[in-house]
């Protein structure tokens, strides 16, 4: 079975360190678990709350499953055509907006515990 880990040592530059960024917030900080399933990493309390998908542009997509129903008041997530799900890309560490993303995580949370 593969490990978040192992995905992580698969990756490389700023996809390596966008996830790894991430996966230490999502687990240590958020408190949630995370597992490999459908091939990336994907973190929960009570069901899934969010995955990192690597995207083009050697970026990766923070995506919520619960998306169309967290406020967006940052106005940070994007449907990109899907019904539940939205997301953020993100290209470059340094650009992460971590403020904005732990209050759409907090929320994601909350909704989680419905």
Not at 59 to 65: Q, V
Request: glycine content about 6%; hydrophobic content about 40%; charged content about 25%.
């Amino acid at each position: 079975m593969k490990t978040i880990e192992n995905f992580i040592l698969g990756l490389d530059g700023q996809q390596k360190a966008i996830v790894s960024f991430f996966h230490e917030r999502l687990t240590n900080y958020h408190d949630l678990r995370g597992k490999i399933s459908y091939n990336i990493p994907v973190y929960y309390r009570k069901s899934w709350v969010c995955y990192l998908n690597p995207i083009k542009k050697n970026g990766i997509e923070l995506a919520f499953t619960k998306g169309y129903l967290l406020s967006n008041d940052q106005n940070l997530l994007q449907m990109k055509n899907r019904k539940y799900v939205a997301g953020i890309d993100l290209y470059e560490i340094q650009e992460i907006p971590e403020r904005s993303i732990d209050e759409i995580i907090q929320e994601a949370l909350i909704i989680d515990q419905m």
